[in-house]
């Protein structure tokens, strides 16, 4: 059993930070299904402007909207470009079919193209 990327919403951008609220990522609805994200869903959120790292989950959001929520709200300000991304455990005898779904946004985080492939995995 190995752990693969699921899903990766790519370089979209935060529209809010909002430390007040318990916690998680609020994340455009529109993505979240392009990206087969679940409500709840554990996803960690790469900042590509500060290098932060974090794990939350994610909550259904607003067109284009991407806020960062609680504790998190520290690692990110509005306008961060950010890389959502999901994991799943696929047995080794399914994982060279494996192929993840690849969402890319523009800067007002509206989809410009999605992908299932990257590339072949060879083992």
């Known amino acids: 059993m190995r752990v693969m990327l699921k899903s990766k919403i790519h370089r979209a951008r935060v529209t809010d930070a909002n430390i007040d609220y318990e916690g998680s990522v609020t994340i455009d609805r529109k993505l979240m299904a392009a990206a087969d994200i679940l409500h709840y869903e554990q996803v960690q959120v790469l900042n590509v402007n500060n290098g ?43 994982v060279r079919n494996f192929i993840p779904k690849l969402v890319y946004v523009d800067d007002k985080n509206a989809i410009t193209g999605t992908k299932r492939a990257v590339g072949a995995i060879t083992l």
Do not use: M
């Not at 909207?65 to 520290?74: D, M, P, T, W, Y």
């Open 52 to 94: 932060a790292r974090f794990t939350t989950y994610a909550i259904e959001g607003e067109k284009g909207e991407i806020c960062i929520n609680g504790a998190a709200a520290r690692l990110a300000v509005k306008g961060d470009i950010v890389i959502i991304l999901t994991y799943c455990h696929v047995n080794d005898d399914q």
